[in-house]
């Protein structure tokens, strides 16, 4: 009887400990919420690269485009140059729902060589990836000119993460 | 196929970590003696690559795997003496499973830990890392040393302006290329081992002290510490460090008590570990030196044996700390890191320091977003520490003794980032604090006014019924009960006793 007792007590206080304050907050939001996930997920047929996009959102799935691209055209060593994040922010104002990944997890996504306008190898860079109203764009850099010209009319956003 | 192959990870991890124990002449009870071994044979693999590494040798599933086995081989040769002398019954009695005793009451408690255990456990499995700070370095560092074979790979070519974290311990390089390499794509399920069996640890360590119902309850705060939960199913070095920093502190904390010399000396090796996963940790490390020389007064030992004991203790967390921040960073990694320029300048400047003790406090433990970062742990804790001072006018040695590495952590990191002004407020800082957990809790758990609770819990109950175990004989539990009116003030409560084995109540060993 007394270990009874005490089991109603030990759900009791399991109770209270998940209906308290913040852990309320947080049990729902965080714990529960991954189990809804987990019952959604352990039925997914989708492929690795699915799961990764579905994870890492915007700047994954526009990384593996360019690669993609890239590849459909036999690029040989792209050096691709990214617009800072503060430009995204002060500029666009789409920051931080969508900016750009730095290079070394853009390198983790696509095995592909980013920089940013502050990078040595910025003056190396052959692509431009260029975020519009209409979306996003890979252009090709011509010319050491036409990259001196981009890269001047970025000086004034240092790249931030 | 993954699935085998994660089962004979788990038994090559098993079998290191078991070695590493009888190396040490570690005797604990049955749950302690796998957990530490599954634990210790986590940090065992995480330095083969690592070692191979430092001799240049291609990291390939096969050079990998063979090494993997041949560590736990080595590291068995007392083990292979043992059975050699006395037969496998002398390591079956270190695994002997005694017949499951659970009772009632702890099944409410378990049934939500499973649930937080088993969400925890399939996002390590089903997602990838996510974390900036693994992704931006050693998860990357592990994705390019699968193909190329070497930790000094073609990611070093790239653009690493923003990052530092190519620098940072081959801890998670390591474990994540052996799970890429067993077949994981995400590597990340050793990450599932560790919290599992710290998880067991820890339960077994505070039912020792408190009944049942009490080790439920500080463990399940524990548990839903919001940012260190997220830490269990995403790879980073804060989580790891934090084990082997308090496993460290368990057992020399015991070795105060016990007086046990083995139990230093694996202290020491623990200390190592938390090193060479956050090399900082040395820092920390040395603060315990004035507690360790306090105790070796006490115990009356000559100036020499002194020496080198602490010389033993200290030597694991030294070489964790060269291997990683000085040898490896210096001369194998084809990037220049200055580590002396991240230091302070201005030194003679406290201001910064006081303000760091004073934003950890503000900041971290007692504001709106501490308790979005740690719950309401803290709160509990100062509460109880308040009311232990005030209505008991004492603490307990023990109590003590946690109290001090609670204060030598909140120290400790304020001097780090005073010195260190990269390491951030609310990034570094933050999840260096993740130390401080388990030491609340093992504070809580020696709390004499939880202590006493759990022995009036343990009184009133009388003989407790056990799940899933044979039933005792009606004498034996008459004398349980008698003993249980009997325990003096200090002894643990019958429900504790129980678990320890017989011939050491309320000890752990």
């Not at chain 2, 023990?398 to 990034?427: D, K, Q, S």
């Amino acid at each position: 009887m007394k270990g009874f007792l005490l089991t109603i007590v030990s759900a009791l206080l399991v109770i209270l400990v998940l209906n308290v304050g913040y852990y309320k907050d947080w049990f729902q939001a965080k714990p529960l919420q991954y189990w809804t996930d987990f019952l959604k997920d352990k039925d997914d047929t989708l492929s690795l690269e699915g799961i990764m996009a579905s994870r890492y959102g915007v700047p994954y799935t526009m990384s593996m485009r360019i690669k993609r691209v890239l590849e459909a055209k036999h690029v040989v060593n792209p050096i691709i140059l990214f617009e800072p994040n503060s430009y995204l922010r002060d500029s666009l104002h789409i920051y931080p729902k969508i900016h750009v990944p730095e290079p070394a997890v853009f390198y983790y996504y696509t095995g592909l060589e980013g920089v940013w306008t502050n990078s040595p190898d910025a003056g190396k860079a052959n692509f431009l990836v260029r975020f519009t109203n209409k979306g996003i764009s890979l252009d090709v850099i011509r010319t050491p000119e036409q990259r001196e010209q981009i890269l001047n009319a970025y000086k004034k956003y240092p790249p931030i993460l | 196929m993954p699935f085998f192959v994660f089962i004979l990870l788990f038994v090559c991890y098993l079998v290191s970590g078991y070695g590493v124990l009888t190396i040490f002449g570690m005797k604990l009870k049955t749950a302690y003696m796998i957990t530490l071994s599954l634990l210790l044979g986590i940090a065992v693999a995480s330095f083969v690559p690592f070692l191979l590494q430092l001799f240049f040798i291609d990291l390939n599933p096969v050079s990998i795997f063979l090494s993997l086995l041949l560590a736990a081989l080595v590291l068995n040769i007392p083990t292979w003496r043992r059975i050699g002398k006395e037969g496998f019954p002398a390591v079956r009695r270190s695994f002997a499973l005694k017949p499951l005793r659970i009772l009632p009451y702890e099944l409410p408690w378990l049934v939500i830990f499973g649930f937080l255990v088993f969400v925890s456990i399939w996002r390590c499995y089903y997602l990838p890392p996510t974390s900036r700070d693994a992704l931006s370095g050693p998860e990357a560092i592990a994705e390019f040393a699968v193909r190329e074979h070497t930790m000094i790979n073609s990611f070093f070519n790239i653009d690493l302006w923003s990052t530092n974290n190519q620098f940072k311990s081959p801890y998670l390089i390591s474990l994540q290329l052996i799970c890429k390499m067993a077949g994981f794509p995400f590597g990340q399920v050793w990450l599932s081992v560790v919290f599992v069996s710290f998880t067991i640890f820890l339960y077994h360590a505070l039912k020792e002290r408190v009944h049942p119902v009490i080790a439920g309850f500080l463990l399940l705060l524990f548990l839903m510490t919001p940012e260190m939960y997220a830490y269990t199913f995403m790879i980073l070095y804060d989580y790891s460090n934090m084990i082997f920093f308090f496993l460290s502190l368990y057992f020399l904390f015991d070795f105060f008590k016990s007086g046990i010399r083995s139990h230093f000396y694996f202290a020491g090796l623990l200390m190592g570990i938390a090193t060479y996963i956050r090399s900082e940790t040395l820092a920390l490390a040395i603060l315990f030196l004035p507690v360790i020389l306090l105790s070796q007064r006490r115990s009356k030992d000559s100036l020499r044996k002194i020496m080198k004991a602490n010389l033993f203790f200290f030597l694991p967390s030294f070489l964790g700390y060269y291997l990683t921040a000085q040898l490896y960073i210096k001369y194998y990694l084809p990037v220049h890191y200055d580590i002396g320029g991240l230091v302070n300048d201005q030194l003679s400047d406290l201001q910064p320091l006081f303000q760091r003790y004073s934003d950890i406090v503000t900041r971290l433990m007692v504001s709106e977003f501490s308790i979005h970062l740690w719950g309401y742990i803290l709160y509990f804790t100062d509460i109880l520490f308040v009311a232990e001072g005030l209505f008991l006018r004492r603490y307990s040695r023990e109590a003590r003794n946690w109290l001090y590495a609670i204060l030598v952590l909140y120290l400790g990191l304020g001097v780090l980032g005073f010195l260190l002004p990269m390491m951030n407020l609310n990034e570094t800082t933050k999840r260096a604090l993740f130390k401080l957990m388990p030491l609340t809790v093992l504070y809580l758990a020696n709390n004499e006014l939880l202590i006493r609770a759990s022995r009036w819990i343990s009184r009133w109950e009388g003989t407790p019924i056990h799940l899933f175990a044979a039933e005792k004989p009606r004498a034996a539990r008459q004398q349980e009960t008698v003993l249980a009116k009997k325990a003096p003030a200090s002894a643990p409560p019958p429900a504790a006793r129980s678990l320890s084995k017989k011939k050491h109540p309320g000890r752990n060993r």
